[in-house]
C-alpha cells in the first residue's frame, strides 16, 4: 500500500526482514531462528511491488562475527533485495577496538550461493543482476551514541567505500576520508 502510493514520486521502500521472536521456545527442535527469516519471506517472493526492496541482514542470526551468508538472500528470485551489512561494532569490539570491517564484507559480497547450480556471488543478488531485478542495494546499520566522534572510535566515524571488483584486495577496498561532526 505504501509503495504504490509513493511510486508516481519515484519513492522506493526498504522493508527490513529482520525476524525475531523472543517468545521461540528453544527447547523446541523444529524452532530455528536462523531459518525465521526465510520462513516468514520466501513464500512470499514475487509479491512486493517493483519499488519494494526487502532488506536482508547478511547472516541469519544477528551480526555474529562469524555466521553463513542469509538463505534468504538467495531465496528471493521475484524480489528486489539489499543486503544489510553492520557497520557498527556491536560484536567485533564494541566501537572502543580498531575493527576493521572491510574483508569481512568483502568475504559476503563475494561468497557464491549457487542458485540453480549457477555461480551467483551475494554481490550479483543483491544488485539485482542474477534475477534481472530492477533495483537492489545495499545497506549500512550504525548506532549513533554519546561519544565526542557520535560512534566511538575514529575509524567507526570515517566515511569508507568499499569496492567489490573481485581483484581487488580486500586490504586496498577502503578509502578513508575523515568525518567531522
Known amino acids: 500500500m505504501i509503495a504504490r502510493a509513493l511510486r508516481p514520486h519515484g519513492g522506493v521502500v526498504f522493508y527490513r526482514a529482520f525476524v525475531y521472536n523472543h517468545h521461540l ?3 523446541d527442535l523444529k524452532n530455528d531462528r536462523a531459518k525465521a527469516a526465510y520462513d516468514n519471506f520466501h513464500p512470499l517472493d514475487g509479491a512486493f511491488d517493483d519499488n519494494v526492496i526487502i532488506q536482508i541482514k547478511n547472516g541469519p542470526i544477528d551480526f555474529q562475527v562469524r555466521e553463513p551468508v542469509s538463505p534468504l538472500i538467495a531465496g528471493l528470485q521475484h524480489t528486489n533485495e539489499a543486503i544489510e551489512l553492520q557497520i557498527t561494532q556491536e560484536y567485533t569490539g564494541q566501537q572502543k577496538h580498531l575493527c576493521f ?3 569481512m564484507w568483502k568475504e559476503i559480497l563475494d561468497f557464491d550461493m549457487q542458485v540453480d547450480g549457477k555461480s551467483s556471488p551475494v554481490k550479483d543478488l543483491v544488485s539485482g543482476r542474477s534475477f534481472h531485478r530492477p533495483i537492489g542495494g545495499l545497506a549500512g546499520v550504525a ?3 554519546m561519544d ?6 575514529p575509524l567507526a566515524m570515517a566515511f569508507a567505500t568499499a569496492t567489490t571488483s573481485g581483484t ?5 577496498t577502503a578509502h578513508i576520508r575523515p568525518v567531522r561532526p
Open 25 to 27: 521456545d528453544w527447547h
Open 168 to 172: 581487488t584486495p580486500a586490504c586496498s
Open 148 to 153: 565526542a566522534n557520535w560512534l566511538g572510535s
Open 101 to 103: 570491517l572491510v574483508p
Open 143 to 145: 548506532n549513533v551514541g
